[in-house]
């Protein structure tokens, strides 16, 4: 399901209970910057809508709730990537607080109906951290997963339970589930390398994961963290070895993007078969 502004990189990224979608084409290289979108049902080349902070170079559509607040981050003519939030055509941009860069790297990935979105900022150039944002007072809160080199959060439920992912002591890459003061970590077996991108009711959690050979498959999995985790590995038919799931909703509808063979990215909708 790509834009036809550029058939060769789309990514969709969030997907709300309305079944709007969004994501950006341009892989951000010299000439070729990100441009957001939100696509509406039926997803005919007429439900485009264009979504770009005003003045940005380039701009990521990340998240969409169910009351028609979109989120994302987008990089200012200064270089800095901020966060944004956009409702009605009024736009927010947000910096988190700790951050004393020239050029902050500040990224909103995840947002619920009740005025939270999640996301990271840059400490250092190699050292991400993991936030939470109450929209309302503009507060950030650091997520502090212990043991953690660096942290990601990038979906956040109705009641406040957060996904994302953590470079650990091992230095591997794992997800985790934070919910009720608790962290959960988990992989996806065998893997070193797996990331948690969005969560919906009752924990259901979707994201990728890299096998053996150096592949990247999508997933979605319920009992994450548990010893009754079931996992289904997700992958598109026209995928040659990347495909990344990045959104779900409460119908298990899935969306995310993958690599053709030709080395071109497309965005895709998917529907679960049946949820587990």
């Not at 997963?145 to 942290?151: D, I, K, L, T």
Request: net charge positive.
């Amino acid at each position: 399901m790509d834009n036809s502004a550029d058939p060769t990189f789309n990514r969709l990224l969030g997907i709300n209970n309305e079944g709007r979608v969004g994501g950006y084409y341009g892989s951000g290289a010299t000439g070729h910057p990100n441009r957001g979108y939100i696509v509406y049902p039926p997803y005919q080349p007429t439900n485009f809508r264009n979504e770009n902070f005003p003045s940005a170079v380039s701009t990521q559509v990340t998240s969409l709730n169910n009351k028609h607040f979109v989120g994302g981050f987008y990089i200012d003519t200064q270089g800095r990537t901020l966060g944004f939030l956009e409702w009605k055509g009024i736009w927010f941009s947000y910096v988190a607080p700790h951050v004393r860069r020239a050029k902050p790297v500040t990224e909103l990935l995840g947002l619920n109906d009740a005025g939270f979105a999640v996301g990271f900022y840059l400490a250092t150039p190699s050292r991400s951290v993991a936030f939470q944002l109450n929209e309302p007072s503009g507060v950030f809160k650091t997520i502090k997963v212990p043991g953690a080199q660096g942290a990601v959060a990038t979906g956040i439920t109705g009641r406040g339970h957060i996904v994302g992912y953590v470079q650990n002591a091992s230095s591997n890459v794992v997800g985790f589930l934070f919910k009720q003061g608790t962290f959960k970590e988990f992989s996806y077996p065998g893997s070193t390398d797996t990331r948690a991108l969005a969560v919906t009711t009752f924990d259901r959690i979707v994201g990728s994961y890299v096998d053996g050979s150096g592949a990247t498959h999508g997933f979605y999995v319920t009992g994450a963290g548990t010893k009754k985790a079931v996992w289904q590995t997700i992958d598109d038919p026209n995928a040659t070895g990347e495909t990344v799931v990045s959104g779900i909703n409460i119908h298990a509808n899935l969306v995310g993007y993958y690599v053709d063979s030709a080395g071109n990215n497309h965005g895709f909708i998917a529907s679960l078969k049946a949820q587990r």
